[in-house]
């Protein structure tokens, strides 16, 4: 039961951008209300970021904070201490899956900034690193492999993915607001990967205004299986909030059951969580108290009957029809 975070992550911060401190201000708040450790985590080194990331990504985005920051896109900026926050949020990933690793059980990386949209050679969509995918590699150093991700995050994390795609030590599972609708406008169920990946990329995107039923009903699905038969050393969640009904980024409309079941289904798991989205404060602080006491065994999902929308019913039969070769589902 470790939180991994530092307020060091606060020098990362643009007050009127809507990916600011006061994010990971609200969810600690919350959660020390409960008995939990929470440690300091140490920076990633140049040569934990180059074993997911391009030198010239590297170069750039150090050179771009030295001087002075800025946006290094429409949605994503920098302040003269970013590239030293990124590399702590990277590090606090790493510290994360290193204490599930000699531990069990399972960590959680309160860090800001975010990571998912990250691919080897681009930021964007708030993301400088993909901290996962530097932890990920982090462990394979260590002699560990085969991991399942399951992210659900409302948006598509395209970065992950594409860092994976033809992987087949690394199942990667999306659910997320159908792309046509939505940012980053990738992550549809005929993007299962490449190569020795294929079939190992699982995009769910879900129509909008999807609720929380339609979450627990597809996911129960889907996950049990891919688990009994890929057998993954460890889980990683890319834990986003932003699915949720009060969040302004998007159309789906979870609440705090959706996060509460994901937390429980995983609980028994060896998991490191990695904070992503979610915008709205108080929803963002609630969905976090209930993921996490989920985790800790003090809170249950609704034990009734779980329903889904024909749209939804409709995405599982096409997930399912693509992926009968390589999935019993």
């Known amino acids: 039961m470790t939180i991994v975070y530092s307020s060091s992550y606060d020098l990362h911060n643009m007050e009127f951008h809507v990916e600011n401190k006061k994010r990971t201000d609200a ?41 002075g920051g800025g946006y290094l896109d429409y949605d994503t900026y920098m302040t ?16 994360a ?22 691919t080897r050679d681009r930021a964007m969509g708030f993301c400088i690193f993909n901290n996962m995918a530097i932890a990920i590699e982090n462990l394979r150093k260590r002699g560990s492999d085969h991991f399942l991700i399951v992210d659900f995050d409302v948006h598509y994390g395209n970065g992950t993915a594409d860092i994976f795609y033809d992987d087949p030590n690394v199942m990667y599972i ?33 129509p909008p205004g999807s ?30 909030f932003d ?19 994901i937390g429980s289904y995983f609980k028994n798991e060896r998991v490191v969580a990695v904070l992503e989205g979610g915008y709205n404060l108080e929803a963002l602080a609630n969905s976090n108290l209930k993921f996490v006491k989920s985790l800790m065994g003090l809170e249950s999902p609704i034990e009734d009957e779980v329903k889904a929308s024909n749209p939804v019913k409709d995405v599982f039969a096409r997930i399912k029809d693509k992926f009968s070769e390589y999935f019993r589902i």
């Open 80 to 95: 003269s201490e970013s590239y030293n926050v990124a590399l702590l949020a990277a590090g606090g990933a790493i510290m």
């Open 211 to 240: 609720n929380s039923q339609d979450y627990i009903w597809i996911l129960s699905r889907i996950l049990e299986p891919v688990k009994d038969e890929f057998k993954p050393s460890m889980v990683f969640l890319e834990a986003g």
């Open 174 to 206: 999306s659910i997320h607001q159908d792309p046509k609708t939505l940012y980053p406008g990738t992550g549809f169920i005929d993007e299962m990967g490449a190569g020795e990946g294929m079939g190992y990329t699982m995009n769910i995107p879900m």
């Open 27 to 67: 969810i600690m708040e919350t959660l020390r209300i409960l008995d939990l450790k929470i440690v300091e985590p140490k920076s990633a080194s140049p040569d934990d970021i180059l074993r997911v990331h391009s030198q010239s990504h590297l170069d750039y985005v150090k050179g771009f904070a030295e001087r």
């Open 243 to 261: 699915a949720h009904k009060d969040d302004p980024l998007a159309n789906i409309k979870v609440d705090e059951e959706f996060y509460t079941w």
């Open 97 to 118: 899956s290193k204490v599930v690793l000699e531990d069990g059980g399972w960590a959680y990386s309160v860090a800001r900034p975010p990571g998912h949209h990250a």
